[in-house]
């Protein structure tokens, strides 16, 4: 049982050790997320190509670039918008952070190949595939034993678990982040490790270091992300003690993510002449006209919205609510509750934000463990009422995600739709849940996502 302290539980110091109970929750999430046993063929790939092959391209070969596959580009039928010829070289138009938090997944597997005398870049090209979805999995289940960690801090054994479970098997961490390696997933391992390190009993000077270097991992993975690294260093600063050690915390911040920064910074201007990478050519799809219903289809619509696809987040943004409200009660959940807005804000002005080709709301998944920090601090505050709708929440937010792991693309809605997607998340005579289900249940074929 948690014990009590001016009106608010604390966590008990029974029950089972927090290391060995998150190492559960991840084992739990991984054989969730690799369930399916669905991967992406080549063909049928887009976003993720380059992520899933520039680790074998830093191991194998020591270089950021794509060029050791250029001739299995050629042979699989060449390569689309995801990769561009620039100053010679063939380079990701996306981040390279999300290969770099891959690459705990890519070397023993490139070392198993190397030995066996697979280590040539056509039999990397070919095992790219699979390896994806292991590291997309191990980097989304290892996200949610983090943010069970820091619930740990702020709640009892139990209801952390079943917080950290609803994180793992109720939001798009499931049927998204853990199913390809898109920014999201790697977006929201770095924050939430810079959670659990801003969390820290003490917020020592070491912290303050891994927590600046996890959120500038964050920004290396979706330049916009930045916004983020910005956050954790104004609560370093807004927090409490006195201001010689807030600056100390916040210089071990600074200088623990800035190189990271900096590199990125200079290896997108070297290719792309701009910070933000490829990135900035999709500048001109941000347009202000036509923001306010975005922002509702991103929160309500009945395919795309965050609240009919994961509703328990309903209580994470009551929580960041209350931290805006009365932001020195809780400066870190105050400023990132900031932050994910603006970030809202930023996807909300964006032409495409149903997020092409994906299931529910796709952009939305790196707020995560913003919304979760914010569950945590909110849940002790509910009603058994409010416990029990929760609970419905969490029910339907789980089916869904399971929907999307499992149904899906089987009715083939985004193709179907692709003239109208924006109209088309509206549409409530096209559910694509439902739909997916139905075709499934036929037994369309499902091979891949696309």
Request: charged share 15%; hydrophobic share 50%.
């Amino acid at each position: 049982m948690a014990r009590m302290k001016a009106g608010r539980p604390v966590p008990s110091r029974r029950g089972s050790p927090p290391g060995r109970a998150a190492f559960a929750v991840f084992l739990v999430c991984l054989a969730c997320y690799l369930a399916n046993g669905r991967t992406v063929p080549f063909a049928r790939g887009g976003d993720t190509i380059p992520t899933r092959l520039l680790p074998f391209s830093m191991i194998a070969f020591g270089t950021l670039t794509l060029d050791p596959f250029r001739q299995d580009f050629a042979a699989a039928g060449g390569y689309r918008w995801y990769v561009q010829e620039r100053r010679g070289h063939l380079v990701s138009f996306y981040p390279i952070g999300p290969a770099l938090l891959a690459l705990p997944v890519y070397v023993p597997a490139y070392l198993g190949l190397a030995v066996t005398g697979r280590g040539g870049h056509a039999a990397l090209f070919g095992a790219s595939e699979e390896l994806e979805k292991l590291a997309a999995c191990g980097l989304a289940a290892l996200a949610v034993s983090l943010s069970y960690l820091t619930a740990r801090r702020r709640l009892p054994a139990a209801a952390a678990a079943w917080a950290a479970l609803g994180l793992g098997l109720g939001t798009s961490l499931w049927a998204t982040a853990s199913q390809m390696l898109w920014q999201h997933g790697p977006v929201a391992l770095s924050l939430a490790a810079g959670i659990f390190f801003l969390t820290a009993s003490g917020e020592t000077r070491r912290s303050a270091a891994l927590a600046g270097f996890a959120l500038a991992l964050a920004a290396l993975s979706r330049p916009t992300a930045g916004v983020f690294w910005l956050a954790g260093l104004a609560s370093l600063l807004a927090g409490s003690g006195p201001w010689s050690l807030r600056w100390r915390r916040a210089a071990a911040f600074v200088a623990a993510g800035a190189p990271i920064l900096a590199a990125a910074a200079a290896y997108n201007l070297f290719y792309y002449g701009s910070l933000l990478g490829g990135y900035s050519l999709a500048l001109g799809r941000f347009q202000p006209a036509g923001f306010a219903g975005r922002a509702a289809g991103l929160l309500v619509s009945p395919n795309r919205g965050l609240l009919i696809f994961t509703p328990v987040a309903a209580v994470g943004i009551a929580g960041i609510a209350r931290a805006l409200r009365r932001p020195r009660r809780d400066p870190l959940l105050s400023v990132l509750g900031l932050a994910a807005l603006i970030y809202f804000l930023a996807i909300a002005s964006y032409k495409d934000w149903t997020g092409g080709w994906s299931f529910g709301p796709r952009y939305l998944t790196d707020l995560l463990p913003i919304l979760f920090l914010g569950a945590i601090g909110e849940l002790p505050r509910l009603s058994r009422a409010s416990r029990a709708v929760l609970a419905v929440a969490l029910a339907w937010s789980v089916l869904v995600q399971m929907n999307g792991a499992f149904c899906y693309p089987a009715s083939r809605w985004d193709p179907r739709m692709s003239e109208h997607t924006e109209q088309a998340a509206w549409e409530w005579h096209h559910f694509e849940m439902w739909e997916d289900f139905q075709a499934w249940q036929r037994g369309s074929a499902i091979t891949s996502p696309f």
